[in-house]
């Protein structure tokens, strides 16, 4: 027997056994990215939404914010 022969069948046991979990893995952080973009996506762009104008609730009314 060549050493190859001997632990052959037990490389093909730990693929079998890791191979499922790297694929729920990749999949899981396919997801992740896709979901952050389509977040990002739907967000309004950064620098229409700093161009608002801003207003503090003081219990009352409304103040504009000075800053």
């Known amino acids: ?3 190859w022969e001997w632990y052959s069948p ?5 693929v079998i056994l890791i ?9 899981l952080l396919i997801h992740r990215i896709r979901m952050a973009r389509a977040a990002q996506r739907d967000r309004a762009p ?3 939404v ?3 104008p801003w207003r503090v609730w003081h219990g009352t009314a409304w103040e ?4």
């Open 1 to 3: 027997y060549s050493a």
């Open 10 to 14: 037990i490389l093909t046991f730990i």
């Open 19 to 27: 191979l499922p979990s790297c694929l729920t893995f990749v999949t």
């Open 46 to 48: 950064e620098n229409i």
């Open 50 to 52: 700093k161009s608002f």
């Open 64 to 67: 504009k914010h000075e800053g």
